[in-house]
């Protein structure tokens, strides 16, 4: 076993956030991954868009910004910033100054402007992850280079399956560490049935990060290849990627000592008003699986990572992939509820590898009626595994190495197609693992079905030497983009590959 020495600036102890309803106190481990001391940090303020409502919600402390006649309009100015923590500061690169970037609300239809202004050292760029749109306005290869700014324009397709959807930058080789540092943010896609639950329900949206509790950047190149396995091993310690972390937390993906909900160690659910508690979780982090469990009375999910269920389902607990979304009825106890994740292993067999750490607690008179959620949701109810479904093309795509993990052998090029499909086709691919890692992976603009599992995502988790099979149908949009793995160290070392889909 390789014990990686590295150079801290830790903050103090941070207290464990106790339950409104019993003040107990969830105590979270740390997680593997070397936290680096870097760069000084630097303040930002709030830059909001012209046009935009932006409210905050009372509970959860997330900025909103409502489309209104069709359209939303978002200034994101990107930054490093010092943000208060426990009584301290901690380092960021931030949305706005703020812990979580701003909630952007949206229906099918809705047009959506982003302007990303980078304050940062260095280029930056935006991904919607999970929207259905044309990868000509969810281009992941364009940056917005230091002190400049770039506009993007979505148009949401009618189409549109209602869900959690998140935003985040996309720049090769940097991704990992721009997602963990905090540069992330929920898209919420509306549709009637988001009518129907407003009479009965609460709206919340809770992200999920892991980001470094340091005072400075941990995560500067020339400290990490001075300081634990990059000076142990030399500088080729670092993978080639510039990645400013040692070796074995490029492999394992990075991650922070606990998990932080909307910036904060678990947030109160409360002024329910007796309706029912629904919340919009996504794990935000870099590289961390979570499982979700709750020990209220209840909990049910409404929502996938691609969209909507077509009935709520009732569950004990939700694993959710680093990248991966969920929407879920939170039904308190006599003593209410607290909702907590553990983090799974990504090596192996995937075990739970933390205690139980706190995302959020549900005050006892939370609403409990759920016969008066909807018996039926909108969702999209194409089975492409049917007897019936026709199948353009089969493939088979091969997740490849450890410390230099790949998809079919080849690092990724951005100039090389790897994989080339046609509009309006339906594609099976079977996935493989050679791996003793999980990887989940992540195809953009064009939601797919796993096999033997209910709903629509955009991603998939291949376990360990493992097997999935998925259908992918290329509806709506010709273009260039990519799948990769969303341990985000994984993509920014190579394991990424394009895909063109044609007329």
């Known amino acids: 076993m390789l014990v990686v020495v590295t150079k801290t600036t830790p903050l103090p102890p941070v207290r464990a956030t106790s339950s409104t309803a019993r003040g107990r106190a969830l105590t979270a481990l740390a997680a593997a991954g070397a936290l680096l001391l870097g760069g ?51 380092w960021a690169m931030t949305y706005n100054g703020q812990a979580t970037g701003p909630t952007i609300r949206v229906h099918p239809g809705d047009t959506m402007t982003i302007t990303v202004v980078n304050h940062l050292s260095k280029p930056t760029s935006l991904h919607t992850h999970g929207l259905h749109v044309s990868p000509d306005q969810d281009n992941v290869f364009l940056t917005v280079e230091p002190g400049q700014s770039r506009t993007y324009r979505y148009d949401i397709p009618m189409d549109q399956q209602a869900g959690t959807y998140w935003y985040h930058p996309h720049v090769h080789h940097l991704t990992a ?11 919420i896609v509306e549709d009637a049935t988001d009518t129907s639950l407003a009479r009965t329900t609460t709206d919340r949206v809770l992200v999920i990060n ?3 509790l340091t005072r400075s950047n941990p995560w500067t190149a020339d400290e990490a290849t001075t300081s634990g396995m990059g000076s142990m091993m030399g500088g080729d310690a670092m993978m080639g990627n510039g990645s400013g972390v040692d070796m074995m937390t490029a492999m394992l993906g990075r991650s922070g000592p606990r998990l932080l909900t909307n910036g904060r160690d678990g947030v109160a659910l409360t002024d329910s008003g007796g309706t029912l508690e629904r919340v919009h979780v996504v794990n935000a982090t870099a590289s961390s699986q979570l499982r979700l469990a709750y020990d209220g009375a209840r909990m049910l999910r409404l929502s996938t990572t691609g969209g909507r269920l077509p009935t709520p389902e009732e569950v004990s607990s939700v694993d959710l992939a680093p990248g991966e979304r969920t929407e879920l009825v939170l039904v308190p106890g006599s003593n209410g509820g607290a909702l907590t994740a553990q983090r799974l292993s990504n090596e192996g067999s995937g075990g739970v590898v933390t205690n139980p750490e706190l995302i959020a607690t549900v005050a006892a008179d939370a609403g409990t009626n759920v016969s ?18 026709t199948v353009a093309r089969t493939r088979t795509i091969t997740l490849d190495g450890h410390m230099n993990p790949t998809i079919d052998g080849v690092p990724f ?72 793995c969303h341990i985000l160290d994984h993509e920014d070392t190579g394991m990424m590959n394009v895909i063109r889909v044609v007329a």
């Open 413 to 484: 090029d951005p100039n090389t197609v790897n994989l080339e499909a046609k509009l309006g086709t339906v594609e099976e691919w079977t996935i493989v693992s050679n791996s003793p890692m999980a990887h989940p992976i992540h195809l953009h603009t064009w939601p797919f079905q796993i096999q033997g599992q209910q709903g629509w995502t955009d991603m998939v988790t291949v376990p360990a030497y493992g097997t999935h099979v998925i259908r992918v149908v290329f509806d709506d949009f010709a273009g260039t983009t990519v799948l990769h």
């Open 177 to 187: 560490e721009q997602v963990a540092s905090g540069l992330s943010g929920a898209i």
């Open 210 to 212: 892991d980001p470094p």
């Open 372 to 389: 008066a959620l909807p018996r039926t949701m909108k969702a999209d109810s194409r089975d492409l595994f049917a007897s019936d479904a």
């Open 40 to 90: 000084c940090a630097s303040d930002t303020s709030a830059d909001a868009g012209a046009g935009t409502v932006v409210s905050a919600a009372a509970s959860t402390s997330v900025e909103e910004a409502v489309s209104h006649s069709g359209q939303v309009s978002v200034t994101l100015t990107a930054a490093e910033t010092q943000l208060s923590y426990d009584g301290v500061t901690r």
